[in-house]
Every structure is written in C-alpha cells, then in structure tokens.
C-alpha cells in the first residue's frame, strides 16, 4: 500500500525528459508546462551534463563560485528571471553539488510561479541518470525515444555531432549509432531505477496523445489532459506544425524514407537494425546484405570506443584541468533557451492558474529545439 507521504512526494517530484537530441524531448517537456503545475522554464537546464562538470567538485567554495559567477552572467539565468542576490546568496549556502544547484534554482522559480513541482529539459542527461538520482532522490525520468532513422537524418543535417577529426560532418550511419549508444543508456539505467523510469515513443506523442499522455499522467500522478494543453499551449506545442496544433499535410514520422538512400538506409539498419527492432520499429530492408559488412562491424565498435572515450573525458577531473574555462559566451553558444522569456517588459505567466479549471496565457516562443516542425 503506498502511504498519503509517498503519493504526495510523488505527486510534487522533479521531472527529467532525457533522451537522444532530435528525439521530441522538448515537444514533450513543453507539452508538461503546457499541462500547468509545472514551473514554467523556457530552455534547457544543462546543468549535470554541460555546466557541473566543468568546474568540478562543488563542496569546494571557489569551484561553487566560478560556476555560479558563470551561470549568472549566461542566458541560463536571464531566463529565469529570478533574483540574482537570493540565488547567490542560497547557492552559497546550501549547495554541495550539481543536484543541489538545480533544485535551489528550479525550487526558487517553482516558488515564485505557484508551481507545485518543476521539470528539467537537457536531453543528453540521459548519460548521467544515476548522479541525477544521487542528488535529487526523487526524480522521475521520461526517456524519449524515436525511430533512430528519423533521428540520424536530423543528427547529420544539423551537425549536432561533432565528428572524428577528420571529418568534416557526421554521416546518417554515424548518427544512427549515436542514436542506439543514448538509447541503450537509458534503458541500461531502467534496470535500476525500476518505477522512476518510463519510456514514450514520439510517434505515439504525435499520432495518439491522449493515450500517451493518460500513460504519463499515470507515471508521474499529474493530470496531463489533452484538451487543457491544446488550449493553454507552451512552446513547441504553440507552432501549427505540432501533433497537438497540427497542419493538413505535415507529418514529421518516417521521413528517412524520402531523406536516406537505399544504400544509406542497407547499412544503418545492419548497424542498428537490432534496436530499432527491439524498440519495434520495422526494418524497411528484411535482410540486409551490404558487402562491406565487416567495415560496418568495425565501425560500430569504433563509434561505441568513440562515444565512450569522450563521456569519460568529459567526467574525468583531472583531464578537466587541461580544457580552457568555461565562460559565459560559451554557454550562450551551446544551450537552448528563449530569449524573448528574458527580454524587458516580458511577463510569464503565474503558472498556479493553469490547474484544472483554470487558464494560462502563453507568449509565442521562437527559440526553442524544433523537434516537431523540423524533425
């Protein structure tokens, strides 16, 4: 039997939509703000994957305050509209790591909004599901998942992979496996965090929302009703080209059968073709049968190494030491954020009024990942 104190912590806990990038991430985390009861934040927070790891234990007083000086002076925090003195101030007490950091600030906007609870939306997080657990004990994690070939072709055109050396841009075969390795964490981590932990198909976002957001609403004891957030739309969910606001003619599933060729799609289905059937996406070739199998074989491993040996890099303390500081250009450069959220004069809305029965005004937003209108 669950207890009134576990339903009620469930009901208040923060939500994490992780998953490939290119994957619908932010259709579905605007698709939560748009629901109400949720504090509205207009990027992504990037906080356990771009910004933490780049300053290093935040126990230590000065890495605490080298990050926080570069937060503060970014985008990440213009958009949130939050008073600078009482963040510095809470952060300087209270903050021991990266977990820390992100519920005093989403707490802080949760607060100031009439939220009751708070969502964060950084897709490549994913790869770092068990220090968000650490950290923040009660989060719950949406894994994003879609057909990999969708994804490889949107991977590869907006460069969004930063290929070996000596290439100039990633392939749709390099993005595909890009793919499968995120995916693969994420379901690696299931095993774990049993209950905390769902999984949604953007194609069932897209072609039946209410069944997966009855499914979601389930998951996280949060009333996500279909016709509240068409009405009240947030974000990406806003556009007309979205599964919830939708054009005649605009369809954003299976475009890798007019954007790949039949050589192109030959090989990412031998490299991935084993996900993308376990997740039950069809293969479009039944056996396929590229003659240089064993080149592809051994660029799956090297892919895997490759993907590997950077997340390692990355979380390595003491190779940190050697990459240049992180400032505030740079992270202006990287995230995604809305800008006109920051701008003068420009009010969010208290989001206590978007509950059940109630309505919440939006603003256009023109910044944001656009999953559902390109990809």
């Not at 009855?214 to 009405?231: E, G, K, P, T, V």
């Not at 293969?283 to 090297?302: C, E, K, M």
């Not at 390692?312 to 992270?331: A, G, H, S, V």
Request: charged share 25%; aromatic share 8%.
């Amino acid at each position: 039997m669950i207890s009134v104190s576990s339903a009620k912590a469930r009901r208040n806990a923060p939500v994490f939509v992780v998953g490939s990038a290119r994957s619908g991430t932010t259709l579905l985390y605007d698709t939560l703000l748009s629901s109400g009861g949720f504090a509205l934040y207009l990027g992504e927070s990037n906080i356990f994957n771009f910004l933490a790891p780049r300053f290093g234990d935040l126990s230590v007083p000065k890495n605490r305050q080298k990050m926080l000086d570069v937060w503060l002076n970014s985008r990440l925090y213009r958009v949130c509209g939050l008073d600078r003195s009482k963040i510095e101030r809470e952060v300087n007490r209270s903050c021991r790591n990266a977990g820390d950091f992100l519920r005093i600030v989403m707490d802080e906007l949760a607060l100031q909004q009439g939220a009751h609870r708070w969502a964060s939306n950084a897709p490549e997080e994913i790869l770092h599901l068990r220090r968000i657990k650490e950290t923040i004990p009660e989060a719950l994690i949406i894994h994003m998942i879609r057909d990999g070939r969708d994804v490889s072709v949107s991977l590869s055109e907006k460069k969004y992979i930063r290929p070996f050396p000596w290439k100039k841009r990633e392939t749709p075969e390099g993005a595909a496996l890009y793919w499968e390795w995120i995916v693969r964490k994420g379901r690696e981590a299931a095993e774990w965090l049993g209950n905390d932990y769902i999984e949604l198909r953007f194609e069932e976002l897209v072609t039946e929302p209410s069944s997966a957001l009855r499914r979601l609403s389930a998951f996280l004891d949060h009333d996500l009703d279909y016709q509240r957030i068409r009405n009240n739309p947030v974000g990406t969910v806003a556009r007309p080209n979205t599964s919830f606001r939708r054009r005649d003619k605009f369809n954003p599933l299976a475009r890798w059968k007019n954007q790949l060729t039949s050589e192109q799609l030959a090989r990412i289905e031998t490299l991935v073709g084993n996900t993308l059937t376990d997740l039950g996406y069809e293969l479009a070739t039944h056996h396929p049968t590229p003659s240089n199998r064993l080149s592809l074989a051994w660029d799956r491993f090297v892919y895997r190494q490759f993907f590997e040996a950077k997340l390692q890099w990355k979380q390595n303390p003491i190779l940190q030491l050697l990459r240049p500081e992180l400032t505030p250009r740079d992270i202006d450069a990287a995230v995604i954020v809305d800008d006109l959220a920051a701008t003068p004069g420009f009010a969010l809305p208290n989001v206590a009024t978007s509950s059940p029965g109630g309505t919440l005004s939006t603003s256009p937003v023109a910044a944001l990942e656009s999953v559902a209108s390109g990809d």
